[in-house]
């Protein structure tokens, strides 16, 4: 079964992630642009960051047969800093330009501040500009009101609720968030927030109806193998082949493909033979080796 | 002196030819004097042309520019005519941020695009830039079916990408210019090159038999 992983940060991981990853079937990920683990003190590092993203990041899965897409956005936690918020924000157009672009995100809220509301609501009229759909970080502190606060936010400025993907849910706030409209996303992770247990019973209990499960893998205890491993959970619990392939891959393809970037056909080819084929439509590679040693 | 006139005509007509008519409007849209002349409109064109036309298929069995995808043919059409309506300085200026600010396959058009134009040194650093890329595709857009290196590379950068080119197992017969340029410093590090992989019992690439070939005047 072919997996898409929509929310992990591989510019965290190395090689070896990438290969284990296809080795269990995972042959399309989602990067989202998020805090870098600490603060940025420039705009420009931002820009650099959006570059590897569409970039290096792009070409490095490329390699290991994986189709790597991206979002872009300003994280609400840096959305506190007065100093290059605007900035960042100025330059996001030219990236949501890019091919590989997939949504704004993660956009959405940390400490709910007012900066981070402000910047929310700027974000989510970028997105309706580009007809792009929106991945939407929720509060790890005071998650129930907070995920609350955050679709009632962004619904308010008039996006269509089928083009936004409410991240990090659990079993409190699963509810409430299909209830809006909006698609569920969970963040399985190997000892806190949701394990891939629980994950397997949400399914069972609420059916496959848009709900998207994915690692969120950064630079943190992570695990980028959460999506498979989940896989193999739900199959456990007697959750039938034709619902799990919903949400790993027809839901997470068909909530992505609303940017008019991605088709299910173009996903189901062969990314690294593709990608040789680019080249004037002739392949200049003798061989299919990768080629992300230094060189 | 290439004509790059003739060049833009003809993947002008390639595209028209490949379009329905929405799609060509957009395309006359962002060709347009006023769109190609100012550098935030053109920047943001020559981004857009991924997402806009990449779905349109090209003819993987035909030649030449039939087999180009079309979000290329697309970009070397705007860069060429970018560079047309620009002094130098311009020209290189925009150029520069198309290629730095670039995703893989903008940069491959960049590169593509400097075969129209191998008489202009001012776009030197941007390839020498394009050699030091590990990415294999935009690596190979300046080192093949390129006139720009031989035309305007010094010997050190020229046997550098002919060095990288065989490190990366690219089809080295596709060096524009190859044979006119080859010379004995080269000759010598693909020799050395042979030996170091000899000695590490590894294959030797098949790129330095070749050019050891067309050094001997065999298989020419
Ligand atoms: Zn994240």
């Known amino acids: 079964m072919k997996m898409f992983d929509p929310h992990i940060h591989m510019t ?32 420009s590092s931002f820009e650099d960051y ?59 809220l940390d400490d709910q ?43 308010e400025t008039g996006i269509d609720p089928s083009l936004v993907l409410i991240d990090h849910n659990n079993e409190e706030t699963i509810e409430e968030t299909l209830r809006s409209g909006c698609w569920a996303g969970h963040s399985i992770y190997p000892e806190t927030k949701m394990d891939e247990e629980r994950m397997a019973r949400i399914v069972k209990r609420f059916g496959p109806e848009k709900i998207i499960i994915n690692s969120a893998a950064d630079w943190g205890v992570s695990d980028t193998l959460m999506v498979p491993k989940t896989v193999a959970k739900m199959r456990d ?46 392949s200049v590679l003798r061989g299919q080796t990768p080629q992300v040693d230094s060189i | 002196m290439k004509n790059y006139h003739h060049e833009v005509e003809t993947l002008i007509a390639e595209l028209q030819d490949r379009m329905d008519e929405n799609q ?53 059409t705007l860069a060429t005519l970018a560079i047309a309506n620009r002094k130098p300085t311009d020209a290189a200026f925009l150029l520069d941020d198309l290629f730095r600010k670039g995703d893989l396959h903008e940069q491959e058009a960049v590169l593509t695009t400097l075969n129209f134009f191998p008489d202009r040194s001012e776009f030197m650093d941007i390839a020498f830039e394009a050699l030091r890329s590990n990415v294999v595709p935009v690596f190979a857009s300046i080192c093949c079916d390129n006139d720009y290196p031989a035309a305007r590379f010094s010997q050190l950068y020229f046997n ?28 010598q590090m693909i020799s050395d090159y042979r030996d170091e992989r000899t000695i ?19 298989n020419l």
């Open chain 2, 24 to 76: 060509f409007s957009t395309l006359a849209a962002f060709i347009q004097p006023a769109a190609i002349a100012d550098n935030n409109i053109l920047t943001k064109n020559f981004s857009g042309c991924g997402r806009r036309f990449k779905m349109i298929q090209a003819d993987k069995t035909g030649k030449g520019y039939q087999r180009w995808p079309t979000e290329k043919l697309a970009r070397c």
């Open chain 1, 237 to 282: 619990i007697g959750v039938s082949e034709a619902d799990i392939e919903r949400v790993v891959w027809d839901n997470p393809i068909a909530f992505f493909a609303q940017s008019g970037r991605i088709t299910k056909s173009a996903l189901e080819k062969d990314v690294l033979r593709d990608q040789t084929q680019l080249f004037s439509g002739n």
């Open chain 2, 160 to 187: 550098q990408m002919v060095l990288k080119a065989i490190f990366l197992d690219i089809e080295v017969a596709r060096i524009d210019g190859l044979k006119e340029r080859l010379n004995p410093q080269l000759l």
């Open chain 1, 12 to 43: 965290s991981r190395t090689t070896d992630d990438y290969q284990k990853m296809a080795e269990a079937g995972i042959t399309v990920v989602c990067e989202p642009a998020f805090w870098m683990g600490q603060p940025r003190t420039h705009a």
């Open chain 1, 50 to 108: 959006f570059l590897s993203l569409v970039g290096w990041e792009r070409f490095r899965a490329s390699q290991f047969g994986i189709h790597h897409f991206c979002t872009i956005a300003l994280n609400p936690k840096e959305a506190n800093n007065a100093n290059l918020a605007d900035d960042v924000l100025a330059m996001m157009p030219r990236y949501l330009e890019k091919e590989s672009v997939i949504a704004v995100g993660e956009i959405g």
């Open chain 1, 113 to 155: 501040t007012d900066a981070e509301v402000y910047y929310l609501k700027k974000q989510v009229e970028l997105a309706k500009e580009f007809e792009l759909p929106v991945l939407v970080h929720t509060p790890h502190r005071d998650k129930k009101h907070g995920s609350m606060r955050c679709i009632d936010i962004i619904l």
């Open chain 2, 200 to 218: 590490a019992n590894r294959s030797v690439p098949e790129g330095i038999g070749f050019i050891e070939s067309l050094n001997s005047g065999v």
